[in-house]
């Protein structure tokens, strides 16, 4: 079969697991946005592995991610944030993008190739591109505007955050940094 195949070539060429994530569960404990800024603070810090750039999610998608730790707490840069840029697929074109966010509602698709047209309603995730965030994560589905701005409808309902999970990948993240130069003894 082909997943057979599949199988036996990926053990082929030593393909290595994706690294599990570690759970860090947090309530959202305050709505730290304003007119200029979309974000949430929530009751997790660095006391309890939380650490900048790691993905939160919860169980509708995708969220954003942390970017700003305390001790107690830390703040979460909410996907629809005008700095908040996500390298994404279209799932089933295989189409990859930015979503980017604008302080709107929905988030925009850039850089995606000008002869493609996204379709309304297909899923958007992750794309894993640049290791921030694993592949495969949930962010919605492509709106459909009328007009010629591609944009992406969040599945996560922002004004009603509750409970989050901060995924931890470990102290390198999703993708490990690479190790320095062996040292040589005496230096």
Same mark, same amino acid.
């Given at each position: 079969?082909?997943? /057979?195949?599949?199988?036996?070539?990926?053990?082929?060429?030593?393909?290595?697991?994706?690294?599990?994530?570690?759970?860090?569960? +947090? !309530?959202?404990?305050?709505? +730290?946005?304003?007119?200029?800024?979309?974000?949430? @603070?929530? +009751?997790?810090? +660095? !006391?309890?592995?939380?650490?900048?750039?790691?993905?939160? /999610?919860?169980?509708?998608?995708?969220?954003?991610?942390?970017?700003?730790?305390?001790?107690?707490?830390?703040?979460?840069?909410?996907?629809?944030?005008?700095?908040? !840029?996500?390298?994404?697929? @279209?799932?089933?074109?295989?189409?990859?993008?930015?979503?980017?966010?604008?302080?709107?509602?929905?988030?925009?698709?850039?850089?995606?190739?000008?002869?493609?047209?996204?379709?309304?309603?297909?899923?958007? /995730?992750?794309?894993?591109?640049?290791? /921030?965030?694993?592949?495969?994560?949930?962010?919605?589905?492509?709106?459909?505007?009328?007009?010629?701005?591609?944009?992406?409808?969040?599945?996560?309902?922002?004004?009603?955050?509750?409970?989050?999970?901060?995924?931890?990948?470990?102290?390198?993240?999703?993708?490990?940094?690479?190790?320095?130069?062996? !040292?040589?003894?005496?230096?």
């Amino acid at each position: 079969s082909i997943a /057979v195949g599949l199988l036996a070539a990926s053990g082929q060429i030593n393909l290595p697991d994706d690294p599990t994530p570690r759970f860090i569960s +947090a !309530r959202v404990i305050a709505d +730290a946005g304003g007119a200029f800024v979309k974000s949430v @603070l929530i +009751a997790a810090g +660095a !006391r309890d592995g939380v650490r900048r750039g790691q993905p939160v /999610v919860n169980a509708e998608g995708l969220i954003g991610r942390i970017a700003e730790v305390g001790e107690r707490s830390a703040l979460v840069l909410l996907l629809t944030d005008l700095n908040s !840029r996500v390298p994404v697929l @279209l799932e089933s074109s295989g189409e990859r993008a930015i979503a980017s966010g604008d302080n709107g509602a929905n988030l925009r698709l850039n850089y995606l190739q000008a002869s493609v047209r996204a379709r309304p309603g297909e899923r958007v /995730v992750t794309s894993g591109d640049g290791g /921030v965030f694993p592949p495969g994560l949930f962010l919605g589905g492509v709106g459909d505007t009328g007009d010629t701005a591609q944009r992406v409808e969040p599945a996560v309902k922002f004004a009603r955050l509750d409970f989050v999970r901060v995924l931890d990948f470990g102290p390198g993240g999703y993708i490990a940094q690479p190790e320095g130069p062996p !040292r040589r003894n005496g230096g």
